[in-house]
């Protein structure tokens, strides 16, 4: 069995979810591919997924109404056991990738981390990952009768569905109660364009000027663009956005098709952030800047000026 | 209490990267603390120094070559009480290291583990969890607040960490695995004294033989910046008109196809 772990939010599949179902389809061979659906109250999402597989395994119960590291480690690491997994898959989003560690302890399995491809090899599975901050793309492989895998988002095209529904199944999980409380959540929500979903970002960094500046400049491009916004950790730490708009080493990774960084230098710790983009636009005064050696496109000029004569030609 | 903080030794972000018959090679490459871990340092000092005199042991930690020790040594001139290097020459992948670092936590009764959120060579998020799996204990992963209340035990980490979606705050009863992040807090420099009073600090040696530990993921291959880029670059001299023109021509076709391909 390959083991697809859905990534689910407000009711509904996470674009991501479909991405790990192309990843196990193009592995399974002779396999099932089984997608599990962990939380409470989570039909919509369940009858969701058995569109896009034959077998969807639902653990619904109010233990895992609230994700916990510990919690979905053991759910996981109980139905690839029960299942006989080969393959576990799990999204490479922050929780995925806090919890998939836990889930390879307690199975006793090798497991290959943010992985951008991935096929079976020998009696294992062999996958592509970038490393030193994204500036190199490695091999990995290992073989073990299961291996636990978090796969980047992005790195592969959304699963289409299939003809006919798949059947649900309930699953009965035995949890431990979670040792860590938590409270005074905030939720940083930011454009209506997720960072995450995004095909184009546009992103500003410390030579935009201040906070007016970016709401006056890089705001209305994002709009005109219909982009998602990003900005820089020295931006996030002036207060100038919130955290969830960070992009680099401490915050998201994004491969949009376009990545507009305006303002911004290009420190190592950002462009591992956005370097794996498909296009990279630049708009900078600094000649030197390293923005500039990863750019296909870089316009070296004023922000102040560039940016409003690129908006009227948008919006002509 | 004691605090077991891992530091590791990584390529310095700023510089170039080689490669070597299919492998990243760091022979000769400035070799620096990891960012993160110079954060689970700081944090493991400032821990000590809230608390009553003598309540805190901070323990540092490298897995590593020989040539590890001058983290250690860093880490000591900050003001760790004491180090533990474990010589290993083969690279492990970050489950195998866990074991080693769960190992130790173990033996030295560590009641705080902390880590990089991180790695900045792996890029990986994995050895928090895998640590705090082997222990049995539970963990909070990208940490920006951290304090640790009751002077005695039960002894409880209290602050705040970032969710997929934002932040929240979180109370977790010791022990407990911690990682790291930028914004956590700011790290010191060594000063002089300590930098020589380190060199008399315990630094313990340890064989990874002892650990039965093996890799478990192999590395087949690497390639540096696959990706090609067109690099037109154009000075915007006075009137920006005919560039600006341009790029949001290259604009308006990749919104065209990214519109489409929904």
Known sequence: ?316 | MKILTLVRQVPDAEGGLRLNEGNVDLTGAPLVMDTMDEYGVEQALRLREAAGAGEVEVIALAVGPAKNEEVLRSALALGADRAVHVKADVALDPVALSKVVAALAKSEGADLVLCGGRQSDWDSEALGGAVAERLGWPQITWTTELVVEGGTEPRTAKGRHDTERGSEAFAVRLPAVVTTQQGLCEPRFPTLPNIVKARKKELRSEALESFGVAPVVRTTGAELQPRQRLRRIVQVDGDPGASVAELAGVLRGEMGQAGGAQ
């Open chain 1, 1 to 316: 069995m390959i083991l697809v772990v859905a990534s689910h939010a407000d009711g509904r599949l996470q674009k991501v979810t479909y991405e790990l179902v192309t990843a196990a389809r193009a592995v399974a061979g002779d396999d099932p591919v089984a997608i599990l659906v962990l939380g409470d109250k989570v039909d919509s999402v369940a009858a969701e997924a058995t569109k896009l597989t034959d077998q969807v395994l639902v653990a619904a119960q109010p233990g895992l109404a609230q994700y916990r590291p510990e919690l979905w480690a053991q759910a996981v690491a109980f139905v690839a056991t029960e299942g006989e997994a080969k393959l576990v898959l799990v999204a490479g989003t922050r929780s995925g990738r806090e919890y998939s560690p836990r889930v390879a302890v307690r199975l006793d399995a090798p497991l290959l981390e943010d992985v951008v491809a991935l096929r079976r090899e020998g009696a294992g599975f062999a996958a592509k990952r970038y490393s030193y901050l994204a500036r190199v793309t490695e091999s990995i492989a290992a073989e073990a009768p299961v291996v636990v895998v978090s796969v980047k988002p992005g790195a592969f095209e959304p699963a289409a569905a299939l003809e006919a529904a798949g059947e649900q199944y309930e699953v009965e999980v035995e949890l431990p109660k979670s040792r860590v409380t938590t409270s005074d959540e905030r939720v940083e929500s930011s454009t209506r364009v997720s960072l995450d979903d995004a095909e184009i970002v546009v992103a500003g960094g410390r030579g935009v000027g201040s906070a007016e500046k970016f709401d006056s400049l890089i705001l209305p491009l994002a709009e005109a663009l219909s982009a998602a916004v990003g900005a820089t950790r020295a931006v996030v730490d002036a207060g100038w956005r919130p955290y969830a708009e960070q992009v680099g080493q401490t915050g998201k990774t994004v491969s949009p098709k376009v990545y507009l960084a305006v303002g911004i230098s290009g420190a190592t710790q950002h462009l591992s952030g956005m370097n794996k983009s498909k296009l990279v636009v630049a708009i900078n005064k600094d000649a030197d800047a390293p923005i500039f050696k990863v750019a296909d496109y870089g316009l070296v000029g004023d922000v102040g000026t560039v940016v409003p004569a690129l908006l009227e030609q948008l919006r002509k």
